[in-house]
């Protein structure tokens, strides 16, 4: 297998890894100047065990059917990532036990020391054996979802590859592929359930384990939310709700009148009218490659550099194939200063999307390797996000290289800004979900349907025709990897991109100063707090009634003039 990744350790001897940490563990801290160098070593040390732990997850997603890659990701799992977190609990204690902390710059370390004290609060030993098991669930997930295809017209296609299908003028064909899709994914609800019973067991016990009354918390307290609470989440789904929700009902209603139907049905949420052809902004994943350089090298000639570089390092799996994990990722290598895109590319307009938000992460990998701690490397995903949707928007002025005809920029521009506005109350159904799944652990399969349902009536647009698909309709979280893999990560997307949408506008005012200041506050990685790193991006991290009120009224108007372009 060619490794575009390096392995400073033999995984195979953990013992190898255990003697790096044992000896920093014994290191005396007598000065300031030893407790920072340890700091760095410490540093140092996690990049190394971080890169390699991360090809091989890459390399187990690139090819989920092979035993091979599957047998070193669970080694990681069941061994080296025990061990690891072990070692950094114990590593966490040896400083938080210093009376040197003190002595450390508070302007630079303040962060540092907080976030390893939240941790020490979070860290029980009994979790890590509980944790091997949701890591075996989630694996299973995947395998589940991973196998999955269906016959399209005798052809048999993965359900990403189903994805083109759902825009097709042809009503006939967008209704055959839903219903492929919500079928398959019916024949495997009661593994997929199961696995969520267990899951929701297990995270209940790790808060428990922690004195937290819920895994909500446990996972607030673990993603380090320190500037805001479950209740702001509360606050802020009924401001979309308020806000989102009817413009959202507005812009379907007008689709609907488009395409000329009467009942507006699930399958036609993402259709093309008839006359139109879906867009279709590259032919294969070489023009995706080269246009996305060229755009990359008008921001900024390292953002480009980076791209090629990583194409050139074998560090881009774009193409959907059978055997490969679904969705798309972009996971760093802290050691090689590089990141690594996966994603599963159909030719569709998501795709090109997907690898501009994607390379959105690498930009900001990169923009943080100026950063000394590897702590501060690693950022909440309000910021990371606040990456990756940013470079989406500061991209759209030319994608005149994708569509060359006018009106397929349009619908392209118009269709990346209505995505924002479905996507909100969305989001915020993911996330309320989540807190209701973990708020009451002990409900049943059908209840936690039935709750999915609910929160889509109350926040989401009722302009769509579920009669007789209420069964599909309540099981949409199926296909929701994060409430699997990465509980509680929803949110941040949508706060992240109501940020985005602020930076747009400051670059539809100013785009040198727009350019500039996102590169200025997602340098800063994690060595600031949050509303922090968004005032230096010249934004606010504000989820108030008349912060997303003003957004709609800008994104409406942004909408009515592309029509007018
Ligand atoms: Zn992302």
């Not at 540093?43 to 599957?70: P, R, T, V, W």
């Not at 004195?211 to 509360?234: A, G, H, Q």
């Not at 488009?258 to 070489?286: M, R, S």
């Not at 349902?453 to 926040?459: G, I």
Request: with cysteine; net charge negative; proline share 4%.
């Amino acid at each position: 297998m060619f490794k575009y990744y390096m392995e400073t350790y033999d995984f195979q001897n953990p013992k190898e890894v255990e003697q790096a940490f044992v000896k920093l563990l014994n290191r005396p801290l007598d000065t300031v100047e030893q407790l920072e160098s340890w700091l760095k070593e410490q540093s140092d040390l996690k990049e190394a065990i971080d890169e390699a732990m991360s090809g091989h997850y890459i390399d187990f997603q690139c090819q989920s059917n092979s035993k091979e890659a599957k047998d070193i990701f669970e080694h990681d799992q069941n061994v080296i990532d025990p061990m690891y977190k072990k070692y950094l609990s114990l590593l966490n204690d040896k400083f938080l036990a210093s009376n040197l902390i003190g002595q450390l710059d508070p302007t630079f370390y303040q962060p540092l020391i907080k976030s390893k004290q939240n941790a020490k609060e979070l860290f029980r030993l009994e979790n890590i054996d509980l944790e091997i098991k949701e890591d075996a669930l989630t694996t299973k997930y995947f395998e589940h979802t991973g196998a999955l295809t269906v016959q399209m017209d005798g052809v048999e296609l993965t359900l990403s590859q189903l994805a083109p299908f759902m825009q097709d003028p042809n009503r006939e064909i967008r209704e055959k592929a839903s219903t492929l899709a919500a079928e398959a994914i019916m024949s495997i609800e009661p593994e997929l359930q199961k696995i969520m019973d267990d899951l929701i067991v297990i995270r209940d016990k790790k808060a428990k384990n922690a004195d937290l009354s819920n895994y909500r918390d446990y996972m607030f307290k673990e993603y380090e939310r320190f500037d805001y609470t479950p209740v702001d989440c509360k606050v802020l789904a009924q401001s979309i709700r308020k806000y989102v929700k009817p413009l959202k009902e507005k812009l379907q209603k007008e689709h609907q009148r488009e395409l000329g139907i009467d009942t507006y049905k699930p399958w036609d949420v993402l259709a093309v009218p008839t006359g139109q052809t879906p867009l279709q902004p590259f032919n294969d994943t070489n023009d995706l490659i080269s246009n996305s350089a060229t755009i990359f090298q008008n921001l900024d000639a390292r953002f480009s550099e980076l791209l090629k570089t990583m194409d050139q390092r074998g560090m881009l799996d774009l193409n959907s194939r059978k055997g490969k994990a679904p969705g798309g990722f972009c996971s760093s290598l802290p050691l090689s200063g590089l990141s690594f895109i996966f994603m599963n590319a159909s030719k569709t307009h998501d795709d090109m999307i997907t690898l501009l938000h994607e390379m959105g992460h690498c930009i900001h990998n990169d923009l943080m390797k100026k950063q000394p701690l590897s702590d501060y490397r690693e950022t909440p995903m309000e910021s990371a996000e606040l990456a990756s949707m940013s470079i989406e928007l500061l991209t759209m002025n030319q994608w005149n290289l994708f569509y060359n005809n006018e009106d397929d920029l349009k619908c392209a521009m118009k269709m990346q800004l209505k995505g924002i506005i479905q996507f909100l109350p969305q989001g915020m159904i993911i996330d309320q979900f989540q807190h209701w799944l973990y708020e009451n652990p002990t409900h049943t399969t059908s209840e936690r349907n039935q709750k999915y349902q609910e929160l889509m009536q109350e926040l989401d647009s009722n302009i769509v025709n579920w009669d007789g698909q209420e069964k599909w309709r309540q099981i949409t979280w199926l296909r929701v990897l994060h409430i699997f893999e990465v509980p509680f990560y929803y949110i941040e997307y949508v706060i992240a991109q109501l940020g985005a949408v602020q930076m747009y506008k400051q670059y539809r005012e100013n785009p040198d100063k727009a350019l500039e200041n996102y590169k200025k506050a997602l340098s800063l990685g994690s060595s600031k707090s949050l509303p922090e790193v968004y005032e230096a991006a010249g934004i606010r991290f504000d989820f108030s009634e008349e912060m997303i009120k003003e957004l709609m009224i800008f994104l409406e108007a942004e909408l009515s003039g592309i029509e007018s372009l």
